[in-house]
C-alpha cells in the first residue's frame, strides 16, 4: 500500500523529497488497534517506530516506585510518532503506549529498516534525525506546559 | 501542500496530561475541542516556536467545557 500521501503530512518527514518518501513508504506496516490495546510495555525491548495515522494513543509512565501506578503524561493524535527513543538510544521504551480510540490506526516503521535507509542516503537522514530532535524537543515544551 | 498545525493542548486547573495532535486548521480562542470522553474550550492560543516549512507549531490552553459554563 502507497503511503506517500500521508506520509508527506507527517513532520518527521518534513523536508526530505517526494522519491525519499516513496522509499519510507516501502517499509512503513499499516495496523490497527482497539481501544485499550498496548502497543508498546515500558521496560521491553522495542525495534519499531510507529505514526498515528488516526485516532489516539496514551502515553503512560510508571515510577520506580513498585507500588505506584502507572501516570498517563500525554496523548498523542494525529501525525504523531512514539518509539523514536529506541530509533535513537537502542534502549528500552521509556513507556507504554496503549490505543486510545477506537479504531486507532498507525503506520509501523521497523528501526533496522529505517536505520539502512538513513545509512544509504545521508539527505534522508540528516532530515529525519533533525525532525525527531525537534519532536522531541516538541514534546519537552509540551510537558513543560502542562507542569505550570 | 497546505499548511498544517501541530498543536500542544494542556488542560488549565486539573491533572489531565494533554494531547499533542496535528490539525488542518489552527485552533482559536472559543473552539470547543474533544479528547477522548470531554469537551474542552480553547481559551489561549500561542506560537510555541517558528513555522517549519508547511508545520505551524502551536500551543493551546484548555478549560472543561463545564467549568467555563
Redesign the interface.
Known sequence: MDHTEILGSVELFEGITPAELQAISGICKEITFKNGDVITQQDETGEDLYIVLDGFVEVLHSGTAPEQSPRTIVHLGKGQIFGEMALVDHGPRSATVRAASAPTKLLMIHCNDFEQECEENHHLGYIVMRNIAADLSFKLRHRHFADR | ?PA?Y?V?Y?VSGEDH???????ETSPQQGDVIS??SSDFEVIEVID??PP????H?L?A?LVRTSEKA
Open positions: 501542500m498544517i501541530k500542544s494542556v496530561p494533554g494531547a499533542i495532535l496535528n490539525s479528547l477522548g510555541l516556536i517549519r516549512g508547511d508545520f507549531y500551543h490552553t
